[in-house]
């Protein structure tokens, strides 16, 4: 069974600090990865897409791809109040499968 | 604001009714995707279409029928549903299959 792991939270950061939001997964062919943000009742919206290791950086989100270790993460900096939403990981091995984790809800306190 | 548009964006309707969910993209995309999202639950995929012919049915229902017209419509035909079928629809498309996916709006569809 391939999966997408994620800690459903919620996470709890204060306003200004560094948010990481963390995705595991069990399917060695994943080749692509992607972070989707969903405020409450609306539609997921692609944040960051990665394929290589390392680090990729869009201006105060950085995704980071460990495939040895199958993990991903996404460190969301100078984290805001508008940030709260809950964040999906999700997997591809290039097809038109994506495979989903169930989400990290995350709260910024003001 | 996304690319990809849906109407309407919520809907009720009796188990006996038929209705349609819509779906249209303006970037050129090729490959649109149907999706199914339950409360607290991530994205489950329901159908592909790749250049205009279905590609993929994940074991769907038949009451779900979806339909291409062409490049930059979707269509999600409905009949006889049932109350757990209420759930937030999302379309896709991405410009190739297995490129990255983008998602409309949604639409909120409750079955009574």
């Known amino acids: 069974q391939k999966e997408v792991e994620q800690n459903s939270g919620p996470l709890s950061v204060p306003e200004g600090a560094i948010a990481s939001l963390n995705c595991t997964y069990s399917?060695?062919?994943?080749?692509?990865f992607f972070w989707y943000r969903q405020y409450s009742g609306k539609s997921p919206e692609l944040i960051m897409s990665?394929?290589?290791?390392g680090d990729k950086e869009d201006g105060r989100f950085t995704a980071q791809l460990n495939k040895a270790s199958q993990y991903v993460s996404l460190l969301i900096r100078d984290s805001q109040p508008s940030d709260s939403a809950t964040y999906l990981c999700?997997?591809?091995?290039?097809?038109?499968?994506?495979?989903f984790g169930t989400g990290t809800r995350l709260k910024v306190l003001a | 604001d996304t690319e990809v548009t849906q109407t309407p964006k919520h809907l009720v309707m009796g188990m006996t009714n038929k209705k349609s969910l819509k779906c249209e993209q303006h970037?050129?995309?090729?490959?649109m995707y149907w999706y199914k999202q339950k409360a607290k639950k991530p994205p489950e995929l329901m159908f592909v279409?790749?250049?205009?012919?279905?590609?993929i049915n994940e074991s769907v229902p038949s009451r779900f029928s979806p339909e291409c017209p062409n490049s930059s419509l979707l269509n999600l035909h409905l009949h006889a549903l049932q109350p757990e079928d209420s759930a937030l629809y999302l379309c896709?498309?991405?410009?190739?299959?297995?490129?990255?996916?983008?998602f409309g709006e949604g639409s909120w569809l409750t079955v009574v």
């Open positions: 896709a498309s991405s410009h190739l299959l297995g490129n990255t996916i983008y």
């Open positions: 399917d060695r062919v994943s080749q692509s």
């Open positions: 990665i394929y290589s290791n």
């Open positions: 999700a997997a591809s091995s290039g097809t038109y499968k994506y495979i």
């Open positions: 970037m050129g995309h090729r490959a």
């Open positions: 279409y790749s250049y205009e012919k279905l590609s």
